[in-house]
């Protein structure tokens, strides 16, 4: 099934193709939440620090895949909307091939380092082995990350978001089914549940293909599935490329925040780690609009229908300042109910809350910087998508420190730097949309 994003009304289209990735996200990140939940209520305070710790570096590897797919994808979408199908297929082809091999190789890698990595974070000895093994077992399954984040972008890039929310929705229900059987019943612990994460998306990935073949006519591409096209690699990687380090740049200085709030104590990380899964929850939807504002103005760049790309940002910006004056109320004042669904101890239940209270008030930071990053990639420009969340995590890390380290703040530093470094992105990426909105060319340079 596709879906030509070049015709009708424009507010409706982005409403429609962000449901469904929002209710899939919410649905991966529920079956990630349940990793947490589980942990902390049946097996311990250590376990669940040990969880939250390693999952900065797990998300930096699925964010790096994942980038790759979307730079991948936006390519896919502007052949599409110029109707270019055989260009379109060696795409795709070329992705796949391609990720393949990069994806098994990360994987190896990323298992072999998984010790060095966690010593890197400061992670305390006392719960470094219960992480290495959890990060390990979830870095063996990455291939299955890859092909179902490559398949579920393609689909995506041709204005299908329906089908990938299916997958994930029966993919949820058997991780969370897993992590009570492997953890409750088989006492397996942190490994159980990261088993449990690997065997559902497995599970997604295989839908997914089973999907395309019988669904998707074009992309039934039988041996042209084979086809490696090494000129186009380069643009392909190009696009990936900056994507992926973009994604991977935000999840780094997530990583260097996490060796801060590591020199804390275990209630402050836990409650971090409690606080951080919430927050993923509100933050991702904001993401998800700004796809779908991608895939609407890449589609009629390619079809050349430059006012429908320019109605498309607006409408998508209206779209998340809606979202974010939503998730305020939610989060301020839902804060302390929220986080008894993860913890017990009133200290961790206390800190989190304040860590959601603060941070709620700044959600319409990342509607905008979500929202102006879909623009610059709707056009084709992710330089400067890349160059903006690295000024961000400029901004975010050493405020972090200072504030923790230097002025003793306690986990209301986290919500400030993360403040700063928004602020810093918006400076640096209003000006050239500006004056791309204004030119009217809506082409990157």
């Not at 990060?135 to 990350?145: E, N, P």
């Not at 300042?321 to 929220?338: D, K, R, S």
Request: proline content about 3%; some cysteine; glycine content about 8%.
């Amino acid at each position: 099934m596709t879906n030509d994003m070049t015709k009708g009304a424009i507010t409706p289209l982005l409403i429609r193709f962000t449901i469904p990735l929002v209710l899939g996200n919410l649905f991966q990140l529920t079956y990630n939440a349940a990793d947490s939940i589980i942990v902390g209520k049946f097996v311990g305070e250590e376990a669940l620090a040990a969880v939250g710790t390693s999952n900065p570096l797990m998300t930096l590897a699925i964010l790096f895949i994942n980038g790759m797919c979307l730079g991948a994808g936006i390519l896919v979408s502007t052949a599409f909307g110029a109707g270019n199908t055989q260009l379109m297929e060696r795409q795709v082809s070329t992705t796949a091939i391609a990720g393949t091999v990069f994806s098994l190789a990360f994987s190896a890698l990323c298992v072999i380092l998984a010790t060095p990595l966690l010593q890197l974070m400061q992670v305390p000895a006392d719960i470094l082995p219960i992480a290495v093994s959890y990060l390990r077992i979830v870095f063996a399954g990455l291939i299955f990350t890859f092909f179902y984040n490559f398949l579920a972008a393609t689909m995506r890039a041709l204005g299908d978001s329906k089908s990938a929310l299916y997958f994930l929705m029966v993919s949820s229900v058997l991780n969370i089914g897993g992590d009570l059987f492997f953890v409750k019943v088989l006492s397996w612990g942190s490994e159980g549940c990261a088993l449990s994460t690997v065997l559902s998306e497995a599970m997604c990935c295989l839908l997914c293909a089973i999907y395309i073949k019988y669904k998707v006519p074009i992309l039934c591409l039988g041996r042209r599935w084979l086809v490696f096209d090494g000129k186009l690699l380069k643009k392909i990687v190009s696009y990936g490329w900056a994507s992926a380090m973009q994604q991977a740049t935000v999840q780094m200085g997530k990583i260097a925040v996490q060796g801060i709030v590591n020199t804390m104590g275990v209630n402050t990380m836990a409650a971090f780690a409690a606080a951080s899964r919430i927050d993923d929850f509100a933050y991702t939807p904001q993401q998800n609009i700004a796809h779908a504002m991608t895939t609407l103005m890449a589609q009629n760049r390619g079809a050349g229908k430059k006012d429908r790309v320019k109605e498309g940002f607006h409408c998508g910006i209206r779209i998340e300042l809606v979202y974010a004056a939503g998730l305020t109320v939610v989060c301020f004042f839902g804060a302390e109910g929220i986080m008894r669904m993860f913890a017990e101890e009133p200290e961790v239940i206390e800190l989190g809350a304040r860590f959601l209270r603060l941070i709620s008030l700044m959600y319409f930071l990342p509607a905008l910087t979500n929202g102006i990053q879909g623009f610059f990639r709707g056009i084709g420009d992710l330089k400067i998508t890349l160059r903006s969340s690295m000024l961000s995590m400029a901004a975010r890390v050493p405020s972090a420190a200072l504030l923790v380290l230097y002025f003793h703040m306690e986990i209301e530093a986290l919500p400030w730097s993360y403040a700063f470094g928004w602020f810093l992105m918006l400076a640096y990426e209003v000006p050239p949309m500006l004056r791309l909105l204004r030119s009217g060319t809506m082409e990157n340079e």
